[in-house]
């Protein structure tokens, strides 16, 4: 009888630490992300390429980063949305001082990181 006491109690605690894990992953997604001209990411120049996006929807962080190196850092705001997105997508601004990236949307998710106000914002499906 210890024996199965022993037994179940260990199962609960792996059961526990599994749905632990999956939760917090739920929160961090990684996504590749292609960006078809010059824009600004908070105050950093971020030049057209492939870049590597590290969204955590707890914090509302988002890192670009290219080859392991974080280009840059800004947080925003994580907003809910009805459906989930189709598309990873890339949500730019036309301004006095070039194109801002205002928001990403990632494939498969319902929630959005804004990262300024979404007025006159053009997205771009950029899919990887």
Do not use: H, P, W
């Not at 929160?27 to 960006?35: A, E, G, L, T």
């Not at 001082?97 to 929630?111: F, H, I, Y």
């Amino acid at each position: 009888m210890k024996k199965l006491l022993v037994y179940f109690a260990v199962a609960l605690v792996a059961a526990g630490s599994i749905s632990y894990s999956t939760y917090a992953q739920s929160n961090k997604r990684s996504v590749d992300v292609s960006i078809s001209s010059d824009v600004m990411l908070d105050n950093t120049l971020v030049r057209k390429g492939d870049y590597r996006a590290r969204v955590d929807f707890e914090t509302g962080e988002l890192k670009l980063m290219n080859n392991g190196e974080v280009i840059a850092t800004v947080k925003g705001q994580v907003v809910e949305r009805e459906m989930k997105s189709r598309y990873t997508a890339v949500s730019l601004r036309d301004t006095e001082s070039g194109r801002k990236m205002v928001g990403l949307m990632l494939a498969g998710d319902k929630r959005t990181l804004v990262l300024n106000e979404l007025s006159n914002t053009t997205t771009t499906a950029e899919e990887k």
